[in-house]
């Protein structure tokens, strides 16, 4: 029989000292991550309820529902969904502007409503500028009616888009012209006729 000692046995580590270098970069990284996303959350639902609360989109949709060509194109009934794809408000000191796409869908085919429009502070609804229906396989349902076509051989543009100037002066006769170097006044207007 072998009487010889082993020796002292030696504890092993636990699992926090052997791994607490990348433990503790992890669990921050992952908690500043949560509250980044918990942040991008509530400021998506705050712009939400935003747009949501201005009218525009209760507005476009209602105008969707009444329209024919949706209703046949969609069927009844046509609901909208509860987030937009793309949304993008602007209020400034005299009026609100908001730029949107939002998923229409009925028992027939679903698609996209898209819409601008501004309204300023003073007035109750929405004006428009943009507001039509995209359905997949179908032609794209204009809800303002028919854009107005520009006259053959004209450019369309904005009045307002134009700078103000001021007007020529009338009748000014112009300056008289200094001789060039080297010749006589004479020679020159004789080079001129």
Known sequence: MNTTTEGQLVPQPGWWSRNWKWAVPSGCLGLLLSCGCLGALLFSATAWQSLRGTGVLVDAVTQAKQSLEVREALGEPIESSA??????????????????AVGVKGPKAS?????????????????F?????????HPVINLLGPAIEPAPDTVPFDPKSLPDVEPLPENEEPAPRKPER???EQEQEDIQL
């Open 83 to 100: 987030i937009p794809q793309q949304y993008n408000m602007y209020t400034g000191n005299d009026g609100s502007s908001a730029r949107f």
């Open 111 to 127: 698609g996209t409503l898209y819409g601008e429009g501004h309204k300023k502070d003073d007035e109750e609804a929405w004006t």
């Open 129 to 137: 500028t943009t507001l039509k229906v995209e359905v997949p396989d």
């Open 182 to 184: 080297g010749k006589t």
